[in-house]
């Protein structure tokens, strides 16, 4: 049994250079830099519900409700510009998700649009990639401090020739969530396999902003290193194809899906 359900935590407005780093000339440009803020776009910010087997799972935490009262407190300036945060009344994960089970808490990585909601959550294991906590305490500027304080544990990967980057880790032991490693956009991205006997669907968060990343190869903004992220597009693009695959979910797709 495997059924996904999109929680759809509000919305960003970010440039365009954010699903798409061809709409402007420099790489910083996502960061919304010297451009005029009515020209931003408004994307959604989702995050996953999950039953796979016997657990429910939660995939990234979208937007905090401190969103909605303190923005600035929350986020810090910097990252309220560059990727502002609309929330209406009742849209947090923890408002949408009240009264249900959540086993574990999964990061794809650790942007504020994904960590934020972490904070409505309380003593919920939460699961993240070393790599990434490591890469966030390199770049504050990026992360802001909203990585901090969380107690998380690391996901043990280890080496596998099937996975799009050489490491793997099944996370419950069980064959139901495999966890990939996938130094894209940012160097401890998580792409999550769900999987229910031979039927499986992928959980991106931003490896591929939206089906057009892999379907029409436009390459997002924020780039850890834009090699592996077209080598992560291309693998996309095949496992999309295969019969098993139930559907790709990326965290800021206008798409509108859900596995049932
Ligand atoms: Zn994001």
Redesign the pocket.
Known sequence: MMHIQTIQTGS?LVSSA?PNRATHRFSFAYTGLFQRRKNRIEVP?KCFYVTVGNHHLLV?TGWSNLNRTKPFKHLGFGLWFA?EPVLPEGEAACEQLAGKPIDAILMT?L????ISGLFDFHDIDTYTSAEEIAFAKRNRLRYGGLDKGHTVRTIPFVADEAAPFGKSCDLFGDGTVIAYLTPT?SAGSVIYKIQDGDRFALIV??NG?NHASWQQGLLPG?LYDADNMRKCLAWLKEQEQQPACLGIFC??DPQEMDVI
């Open positions: 960003t954010v910010v990234d990727s990585h942007d504020c649009d994904h956009h968060g931003d902003y924020p965290a800021h």
